[in-house]
């Protein structure tokens, strides 16, 4: 089964059928349907605005979702948002699967790589991946499911009315005739694809993953055998593997380094400056001092042995501990009342008991930052 | 030049012997189901067994485990089908997983040497294993489930 994604940039608020391009460019098996849709919410598509228009880049990239459907019925859902822990992975490609009335034991999620010309934006944070993807979602998912049905009524000479699609299968209600997505892909692929004014959307009450809890997470067998690919699990041919020792104060800069020692650390192979961005970095790199070794605890070890002078930077006297006392004092002023129902302090000042409790502390997680490149030269 | 035995094959390692075995694992063998946390011991993301008991993989030199049976998250079943890899995808523990091949270690060595643990005994166990989507009440109802099979 080949996948292939639109090469071509699709209008934005138009779903299009481009089975027939690429099977003419010769990289879509034939008979498997693929679905393209430019779903940008803040056009006349979306019944409501979810934001994801207002998102960088998401005006002029719209967001892409694809299906296609092999001769075996196999049906392959492409995810364009990254799997963080929160299953949107799973959750965006079961609203389309959802829609189209599919088999989930017959679907197979596909990552997209980052490319967000074809697929959106695809800044997965914010909590907010199914609020702005629910809706293009489900309605790719529909317009998919409809032409399944049309392409099932054709075959049968009757009215798409007569035919409703339940389950990976397409059933003429009078007759009880049947048609397998599979079978119905390459016809359904021929059809136009339905307008989104003309789509049906499920009623809620039909819904049969959404909200239901009855889906594990589709890289649950991956995760607990050990093959679920994180990013520090990349590996690229030859590769090699480097540890950066950064400013020790944020904002601060590299003045000089001395590698001699580092070098002499065995499995070490080099030692190289890491340009950064200027302050305020941001979300750039911030720079320093990569040792590069043929595994990273070598590398590691080799980043122990650098001597370096840094220039610590207009932080250079920032103190943690002042910082916390000054956020303790401010804590400490009377706030703005934004909403006060049932009139908590007027309950406070008649409670029988109160407790009284400052919060405070760093969020903090386990997360393995790390990135692939590949060099080139 | 060192031979390391894990998951019932033999691999050479001609690189530094006092490098911890986390890395050789993950970097030299290929071994990337067990993972990085934070290289200090804290987090028991990176659990192994070595003859059967759990230990950070951060913490032990390569060289300290020639010798020794190393089992890793790839080879706890040949199948992935171990009990507790069971329960973990009955009671859809994971959320991001990362920790995961840690937690699930922990666990089968734990049920290994106490095949009925009591509660507190589970959570004695398993507070080194630390997770971040805070999967601790599903990582304790499965190992429930994986002990007294409900």
């Known amino acids: ?377 | 030049m060192v031979t390391l035995k894990v998951n019932g094959r033999d691999y050479p390692y001609d690189g530094d012997p006092t490098v911890p075995l986390l890395w050789v694992l993950r970097d030299e063998l290929g071994l990337t189901g067990t993972k990085f946390g934070c290289g200090e011991g804290l987090c028991g993301a990176c659990t192994v067994h070595l003859d059967g008991a759990a230990m950070r993989s951060c913490g032990i030199q390569a060289g300290d485990a020639v010798g020794k049976t190393i089992v890793t998250i790839e080879g706890l079943h040949s199948e992935g089908n171990h009990l507790v890899q069971r329960v973990w995808r009955e009671a859809n523990v994971p959320q991001c997983g990362y920790c995961h091949a840690g937690q699930i270690m922990q666990a089968a060595a734990l049920l290994a040497s106490s095949p009925k643990p009591s509660r507190d005994e589970v959570l004695t166990v398993m507070s080194g294993n630390i997770c971040r989507c805070g999967c601790y009440q599903r990582i304790a109802e499965a190992i429930t489930l994986a002990s007294t099979g409900a």
């Open chain 1, 1 to 377: 089964m080949t996948h292939m994604f639109d090469p071509d940039p699709i209008p934005t608020g138009t779903i299009v059928n481009v089975s027939r391009r690429l099977l003419l460019k010769g990289i879509v098996a034939s008979g498997t349907l693929v679905l393209g849709a430019s779903l940008r919410p803040s056009s006349a598509m979306a019944d409501w605005a979810t934001g994801a228009g207002a998102m960088p880049g998401g005006t002029v990239n719209d967001p892409h979702v694809y299906i296609s459907i092999d001769p075996s019925g196999l049906v392959t859902i492409i995810t364009n948002r990254s799997e963080m822990g929160t299953g949107v992975r799973t959750s965006l490609p079961m609203v389309v699967a959802d829609e189209l009335e599919a088999d989930w034991s017959h679907v197979r999620v596909q990552q997209a790589p980052g490319d967000e010309k074809k697929y959106g934006n695809q800044d997965t944070d914010g909590s907010r991946s199914v609020r702005h993807f629910i809706q293009p979602m489900r309605q790719c998912g529909a317009a998919m499911r409809m032409m399944l049905e049309q392409a099932a009524a054709r075959r049968w000479g009757v009215d798409p009315s007569e035919v409703k699609a339940d389950n990976h299968v397409i059933v003429h209600v009078a007759s009880g005739r049947k048609a397998g997505y599979g079978e119905l892909a390459a016809a359904a692929a021929a059809l136009p694809v339905p307008p989104v004014s003309g789509l049906k959307l499920k009623d809620p009450s039909q819904f049969r993953y959404i909200g239901k809890g009855t889906i594990s997470i589709v890289d649950l067998h991956d995760i607990t055998v050990g093959r679920a690919p994180y990013g520090i699990d990349a590996r690229i041919p030859g590769v090699k593997f480097a540890v950066v020792a950064r400013p020790p104060v944020v904002g601060g800069k590299l003045v000089t380094f001395d590698a001699s020692e580092a070098m002499k650390v065995p499995g070490v192979e080099k030692v190289v400056e890491v340009k950064g961005w200027p302050w305020p970095s941001k979300f750039m790199p911030v720079g320093g001092v990569a040792v590069v070794a043929r595994n990273t605890g070598s590398a590691i070890k080799g980043r122990d042995k650098l001597k370096i002078v840094w220039d610590d930077g207009p932080n250079a006297t920032y103190d943690s501990v002042s910082f916390r006392k000054e956020m303790e004092d401010t804590a400490g002023n009377p706030g703005t009342v934004v909403r006060n129902d049932g009139d908590a302090l007027a309950a406070l000042k008649t409670a029988a008991k109160v407790i009284s409790a400052q919060a405070g502390g760093i969020s903090g997680a386990i997360s393995a930052h790390s990135s692939s490149v590949r060099s080139l030269s």
